[in-house]
């Protein structure tokens, strides 16, 4: 084998090796990105029509939220938002669910503010699309999260003003 | 009878055939290249070049879309009727490196990222008073002439000092209330580039 053909071997195994650990063993900020993606996708999740699947669905969304948590949403063009308790938030989301008209949320380009081993900070775009309407609402979203028995739960989301 | 012909003539009719096949080249200094057409179109003569040469257009391509053309689909009517709902645009990144912005030119303003962003029209610049008086802006007490805003609601703004770093942004399309039109201050920071399109010129 060649000398420079043994130096990319080396380097291709050096990046696989880098990218498994990564994987297995993954920060704190990868599991909060994480987490949060993970709520994006359980929120998308299609209404199979049923009550109890999506008061099910409505569980585990509120699952990712920790035992006291607010919730403060203020943003031009859209309904103000202001829960603190977790039925209330299941109501919410099951209403939304019944209501809705196929609308996609986005969390986009999150950035970890501060991060500390119980204590972290994301900025996130959320994009809110309703199948059938050409408009599209889109806020500037802070997570405040902490970390109760390992895992990572929601504590605070507010907005953040673009403009000021 | 048999025809005989030299190996020598043989071997020139057999180039001349491969020629118009594509599957040779002759060279004028006498030199043939025996990779066929087919893999010179696909692959090119020397396979590391190429690969070498397609990695580079990608890497170009990459940095071009990524970081200083970025493309942008606009959504919403707030730039009507300078920039239509559903069309595209692009934002340069380029005259910001070296220059600050300039009034009236339509900017993009990032978000947490660059996935999603406004476009607006930058109406004040830093350290400017401007108010807004029956949808009329004045800077520094003077009128603002605004050609591009057609029919604008009667917004109403007091006076207000920009900071050092502050531009006032707003939409073209001003027929809304002021509370439904997501616009107002911004920092420098969040002024990402300039839309290559900045709409129609004045009639």
């Keep these: 084998m060649k000398k420079w053909h043994k130096h990319l071997v080396l380097l291709v195994a050096l990046v696989v090796g880098a990218m498994a650990l990564r994987a297995l063993i993954p920060s704190d900020e990868r599991r909060v990105h994480a987490l949060l993606a993970q709520m994006v996708r359980e929120i998308n999740e299609q209404s199979r029509g049923g009550t109890f699947s999506d008061l099910a669905v409505a569980n585990r969304v509120a699952d990712y939220f920790g035992p006291e948590f607010e919730i403060r949403i203020n943003a031009t063009g859209a309904p103000e938002l202001d829960i603190s308790d977790r039925s209330e938030l299941i109501q919410m989301l099951l209403s939304a669910r019944k209501s809705r008209r196929g609308v996609k949320v986005s969390l986009l380009d999150p950035q970890t503010v501060g991060i500390s081993k119980t204590n972290a900070v994301v900025e996130a775009t959320g994009k809110a699309e309703v199948s059938g309407e050409t408009d599209v609402f889109v806020s500037e979203l802070r997570f405040t999260l902490v970390k109760i028995d390992r895992r990572w739960r929601i504590r605070k989301v507010e907005t953040i003003r673009t403009f000021e | ?203």
């Design chain 2, 1 to 203: 009878m048999k025809q005989f012909v030299a190996p020598a003539k043989i071997f020139q009719d057999r180039i001349t055939e491969l020629c118009y096949l594509g599957a040779v080249s002759v060279f004028e200094s006498g030199h043939v290249d025996l990779v066929p057409l087919w893999r010179r179109v696909l692959i090119g003569r020397n396979p590391r070049i190429t690969l070498l040469r397609a990695a580079l257009i990608g890497l170009v391509c990459w940095v071009t879309f990524r970081h200083v053309l970025l493309p942008v689909r606009i959504s919403g009517i707030s730039m009507e009727p300078t920039l239509r709902n559903g069309s595209v645009n692009l934002i340069n990144r380029l005259p910001y490196w070296w220059r600050e912005p300039r009034r009236g030119e339509i900017v993009a303003i990032r978000t947490t990222g660059t996935s999603v962003m406004y476009l607006k029209r930058i109406v004040a610049m830093p350290n400017e008073t401007v108010e807004i008086r029956a949808g009329r802006v004045f800077i520094n007490g003077e009128p603002l002439a605004e050609s591009y805003v057609k029919n604008p609601d009667p917004w109403e703004m007091p006076p207000r000092r920009l900071g050092r770093n502050e531009y006032l942004v707003f939409g073209d399309n001003r027929s809304m209330p002021m509370e439904l039109h997501v616009a107002g201050v911004v920092r420098r920071d969040r002024i990402v580039g300039k839309a290559i399109w900045q709409g129609r010129p004045d009639p």
